[in-house]
């Protein structure tokens, strides 16, 4: 087994608080953090390696969880940001200057997740939060605006979501994506704007016996007719849903002697990675027998 695939690089943030989100752009240029200090900080990436903070983003009041980047194909240069403070933010590059462009207040809890669209399905917004709702927020080109629907979707509280990325899956006309929550359960919604609730619940998938602490959707596979979901919860597992012919079922379980926090897809779909414990990360990759195994460790 593999350690260590690449050389580490450390970056220095200045942050005065743990570090919750660390996410680069489309291009790999700019890098965001988001911490407990109430802060995003926005770095240039020079060389794949030498980070320079050319802002800080202080309008959070609370603990900052996630940040996401916004495709180019919406310029100018956008991200999103949540937190314990309720709010969800939209920034927007000006000059040389990050402003909010877009601020949201509608959950009554801390938003602990966001995710964006698929460029396909145009630029949508989708939020978790502790108060149990979830809320799509689309931009509405004529009115550059953005417009909010949300609705209950688990018991205690929503913990992830992760947008549909299987865009081959021709019979999934409307916008698609994944939460998951305290009640266990992954639930798979699709999106229609124009009705009056604003969704529908498509599947609910109740394997796991703790919180549910994230879901991740693949990248598309090959397979025109496939989707992918891993999801990893407190009872130290994490399971990979694929959707086929129609259906949903469970393929494949791992389990963990430490607690899971969080689990992420490779560019490509190919590689699953899971953070376990308080340093370590593992690779896993699909054996041709269908079962996940684990290829690789980080540590430290």
Not at 160 to 175: R, T
Not at 198 to 211: N, R, V, Y
Not at 241 to 269: H, L, P
């Amino acid at each position: 087994m593999a350690k260590n695939l690449q050389k580490t690089i450390l970056v220095e943030t200045d942050h005065a608080d743990i570090i919750h989100d660390a996410q680069l752009d489309y291009y790999g240029t700019l890098l965001a953090t988001a911490s407990s200090d109430r802060t995003v900080k926005i770095f240039t990436v020079r060389d794949g390696k030498q980070c320079d903070n050319i802002q800080t983003l202080a309008k959070h009041a609370g603990p900052v969880w996630c940040v996401r980047w916004i495709h180019p194909s919406f310029p100018p240069n956008k991200l999103v940001t949540c937190g314990y403070d309720r709010q969800i933010i939209v920034w927007r590059e000006t000059g040389s200057q990050w402003v909010p462009s877009y601020e949201s207040e509608i959950h009554q809890s801390s938003v602990n997740s966001i995710d964006v669209s698929p460029v396909s399905y145009g630029l949508m917004i989708v939020a978790g939060s502790s108060d149990g709702h979830v809320s799509v927020h689309t931009f509405v080109k004529n009115s550059s605006k953005f417009v909010c629907k949300h609705t209950k979707a688990h018991t205690g509280g929503c913990n992830s979501v992760s947008w549909c990325k299987s865009a081959n899956l021709a019979e999934w006309e409307k916008p698609t994506f994944a939460s998951a929550g305290c009640d266990n359960n992954i639930i798979i919604w699709s999106v229609d704007p124009q009705s009056e609730s604003g969704f529908t619940k498509i599947q609910t998938l109740s394997q796991h016996t703790d919180w549910v602490r994230e879901v991740a959707w693949a990248p598309s596979p090959a397979q025109a007719s496939v989707a992918v979901v891993a999801s990893c919860s407190e009872d130290n597992n994490v399971i990979i849903w694929t959707y086929r012919r129609g259906e949903w079922q469970k393929a494949d379980e791992i389990s963990f002697n430490k607690r899971v926090w969080s689990c992420s897809w490779s560019i490509m779909g190919n590689i699953l990675a899971v953070a376990q414990g308080e340093d370590e990360v593992q690779l896993f990759k699909e054996h041709h027998d269908g079962k996940w195994t684990q290829v690789s460790e980080i540590e430290n």
